[in-house]
């Protein structure tokens, strides 16, 4: 019986492959890619190809899904890529859709996994999961994310940014995945609850071309890559050292 798995890849090191990622991709007969286009590199692939190389008689079937909110595009995408993968599932080979970070943090796997199981109720369906660009993003900027009853947030700030304020006064960080052309309003936002300082802009976190910039102001105007997040960490010693405690040690630290 085929399976279909969904496989997180990581962020772009080649060596936030995990293991169990690897072996199946590896062992299945098709491996699924998507691209915006069909000349699009595919940044799930980057991750993958180093390690994975050649693989005799493994096909490498390329699913396009347009860079679009427009759901009269985005879902005859999905339907089309699932009449493709389930062609492969009628000559009974297992598929594995790669996905760049883990496959259930905002992926195009998402629509699949569960188009899958309205097309194919008996489907076994894995989801192996990946480094997500959460985790690897705070691990690039040194920036631990929460500690004790610290809190996190995330936002996909394209969707809409109006209650960052709100949200920075009840979040310890605040994590905004698809930062596209938002940065103006972000910035008036973390003018206003005066934490511009706290923000950090990280674009292709874990590849050669990462890049940090702690100054938001200074690309307010960009447009900026698809691959970038911006992480606001209050960091006001709220964990596991809060009130007195935390007075105490970073009394002790300070002596
Ligand atoms: C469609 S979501 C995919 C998230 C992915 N499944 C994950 O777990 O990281 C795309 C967003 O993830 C973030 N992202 C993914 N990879 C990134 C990277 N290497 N550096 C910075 N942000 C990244 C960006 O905010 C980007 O707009």
């Given at each position: 019986?085929?399976?279909?798995?969904?496989?997180?890849?990581?962020?772009?090191?080649?060596?936030?492959?995990t293991?169990?990622?690897?072996?199946?991709?590896r062992?299945?007969?098709?491996?699924?890619?998507?691209?915006?286009?069909?000349?699009?590199?595919?940044?799930?692939?980057?991750?993958?190809?180093?390690?994975?190389?050649?693989?005799?008689?493994?096909?490498?079937?390329?699913?396009?899904f347009?860079?679009?909110?427009?759901?009269?595009?985005?879902l005859?995408?999905?339907?089309?890529?699932?009449?493709?993968?389930?062609?492969?599932?009628?000559?009974?080979?297992?598929?594995?859709f790669?996905?760049?970070?883990?496959?259930?943090?905002?992926s195009?796997?998402?629509?699949?996994?569960?188009?899958?199981?309205?097309?194919?109720?008996?489907?076994?369906?894995?989801?192996?999961?990946?480094?997500?660009?959460?985790?690897?993003?705070?691990a690039?900027?040194?920036?631990?994310?929460?500690?004790?009853?610290?809190?996190?947030a995330?936002?996909?700030?394209?969707?809409?940014?109006?209650?960052?304020a709100?949200?920075?006064e009840?979040?310890?960080?605040?994590?905004?995945?698809?930062?596209?052309?938002?940065?103006?309003?972000?910035?008036?936002?973390?003018?206003?609850?005066?934490?511009?300082?706290?923000?950090?802009?990280?674009?292709?976190?874990?590849t050669?071309?990462?890049?940090?910039?702690?100054?938001?102001?200074?690309?307010e105007?960009?447009?900026?890559?698809?691959f970038s997040?911006?992480?606001?960490?209050?960091?006001?010693?709220?964990?596991?050292?809060?009130?007195?405690?935390?007075?105490?040690?970073?009394?002790?630290d300070?002596?």
């Amino acid at each position: 019986m085929p399976i279909f798995y969904g496989v997180g890849v990581g962020t772009g090191d080649p060596e936030l492959l995990t293991l169990k990622a690897l072996r199946i991709l590896r062992e299945v007969p098709v491996i699924g890619i998507p691209r915006r286009s069909p000349y699009d590199p595919s940044f799930a692939w980057t991750a993958v190809e180093p390690s994975l190389g050649e693989v005799p008689g493994q096909e490498r079937l390329s699913l396009i899904f347009p860079m679009t909110k427009d759901p009269t595009v985005l879902l005859p995408a999905w339907e089309k890529a699932l009449d493709e993968i389930g062609e492969r599932f009628a000559q009974g080979k297992s598929v594995a859709f790669i996905t760049a970070g883990d496959p259930f943090v905002y992926s195009t796997f998402i629509y699949l996994y569960e188009g899958a199981a309205k097309r194919w109720p008996d489907l076994r369906r894995e989801v192996v999961p990946g480094i997500s660009s959460i985790t690897a993003c705070a691990a690039a900027l040194g920036i631990p994310l929460a500690d004790g009853k610290e809190r996190i947030a995330v936002l996909p700030a394209t969707y809409g940014v109006d209650d960052l304020a709100e949200i920075l006064e009840k979040f310890d960080t605040v994590i905004l995945m698809k930062v596209n052309n938002c940065v103006p309003k972000v910035v008036k936002a973390l003018e206003r609850t005066e934490l511009l300082d706290k923000a950090v802009y990280i674009s292709k976190a874990t590849t050669r071309q990462q890049k940090v910039v702690r100054n938001l102001k200074s690309i307010e105007k960009d447009r900026c890559d698809y691959f970038s997040m911006i992480v606001v960490a209050k960091r006001t010693n709220s964990g596991v050292l809060a009130g007195k405690q935390a007075k105490q040690a970073q009394a002790r630290d300070a002596s």
